[in-house]
């Protein structure tokens, strides 16, 4: 399988784990706590769809030597999995399609599939083009460990099953070294892409530098316009530089 093939089987997955645990909400409207927990970790798959989607993106940047590392990363233990998770995944979605479940058994289905080695596998490919989120206090669940903490906490409240227990310490965050460049830059934006979350700056070194909405520090993603001029820092990353602590001028 082509690394392009994981990165499109692994935001398939995401995506059908947004719907999944979106349906189950539906199924526990009548206590707010339990209904808003669906909610919360279905918009964390969300979010994992787009971070995906955006390091697939960034794939195309990648130089031959860094293309040959990550292919090196994905093994075929790892396919195997993402193969077994896809064939569990049917089997619930066709669950939810003929019967209604208990909150014992939907707690069942959601730590089967998170205790896969899934999740190990999409830190590795989050990882591979050196794209290193910044947590915003209200936008936290790029990252798996802190979804899990999640899961976690609200399995041991209300899970009275045998299905193992999520293990946090498992999952806590890979750090990704970004060295910062020396100095202060300017430039102005060249490009916005709403749908995806990202941009590009172009500095007066002439160099192109990708920015994400958190990499904002002064003013706002939506405040974002193209020729609009910024002052930034940047980060030397292996598919090329990254805009931060972008502030408008």
């Given at each position: 399988?082509?690394?392009?093939?994981?990165?499109?089987?692994?935001?398939?997955?995401?995506?059908?784990?947004?719907?999944?645990?979106?349906?189950?909400?539906?199924?526990?409207?009548?206590?707010?706590?339990?209904?808003?927990?669906?909610?919360?970790?279905?918009?964390?798959?969300?979010?994992?769809?787009?971070?995906?989607?955006?390091n697939k993106g960034c794939q195309a940047w990648d130089s031959p030597s860094v293309l040959h590392r990550v292919k090196k990363q994905i093994v075929k233990a790892d396919i195997a999995v993402i193969e077994s998770l896809n064939l569990m995944l049917k089997?619930?979605?066709?669950?939810?399609?003929?019967?209604?479940?208990?909150?014992?058994?939907?707690?069942?289905?959601?730590?089967?599939?998170?205790?896969?080695?899934?999740?190990?596998?999409?830190?590795?490919?989050?990882?591979?083009?050196?794209?290193?989120?910044?947590?915003?206090?209200d936008d936290p669940h790029r990252s798996i460990y802190e979804h899990m903490k999640i899961i976690k906490a609200f399995s041991d409240k209300?899970?009275?099953?045998?299905?193992?227990?999520?293990?946090?310490?498992?999952?806590?965050?890979?750090?990704?070294?970004?060295?910062?460049?020396?100095?202060?830059?300017?430039?102005?934006?060249?490009?916005?892409?709403?749908?995806?979350?990202?941009?590009?700056?172009?500095?007066?070194?002439?160099?192109?530098?990708?920015?994400?909405?958190?990499?904002?520090?002064?003013?706002?993603?939506?405040?974002?316009?193209?020729?609009?001029?910024?002052?930034?820092?940047?980060?030397?990353?292996?598919?090329?530089?990254?805009?931060?602590?972008?502030?408008?001028?």
């Amino acid at each position: 399988m082509k690394i392009t093939e994981v990165f499109d089987t692994a935001i398939d997955i995401e995506k059908r784990l947004y719907n999944l645990y979106y349906k189950l909400s539906n199924l526990f409207r009548d206590n707010s706590e339990v209904h808003n927990f669906w909610i919360k970790i279905a918009n964390h798959e969300k979010l994992h769809c787009e971070t995906l989607l955006l390091n697939k993106g960034c794939q195309a940047w990648d130089s031959p030597s860094v293309l040959h590392r990550v292919k090196k990363q994905i093994v075929k233990a790892d396919i195997a999995v993402i193969e077994s998770l896809n064939l569990m995944l049917k089997d619930f979605e066709r669950r939810l399609k003929k019967e209604t479940v208990s909150l014992q058994d939907a707690i069942g289905m959601l730590l089967k599939i998170e205790n896969s080695d899934y999740n190990h596998i999409y830190n590795k490919l989050i990882h591979t083009s050196g794209i290193k989120f910044q947590q915003a206090p209200d936008d936290p669940h790029r990252s798996i460990y802190e979804h899990m903490k999640i899961i976690k906490a609200f399995s041991d409240k209300y899970y009275t099953g045998n299905s193992r227990c999520i293990r946090v310490e498992d999952y806590k965050n890979v750090k990704v070294p970004a060295r910062p460049l020396p100095g202060d830059k300017r430039g102005k934006i060249t490009e916005i892409v709403r749908d995806m979350s990202y941009g590009f700056i172009e500095g007066e070194d002439g160099e192109a530098y990708m920015f994400l909405p958190e990499d904002i520090t002064e003013g706002t993603w939506d405040d974002a316009e193209v020729d609009k001029p910024v002052e930034f820092s940047a980060v030397k990353l292996p598919w090329g530089p990254r805009a931060k602590y972008i502030k408008y001028f």
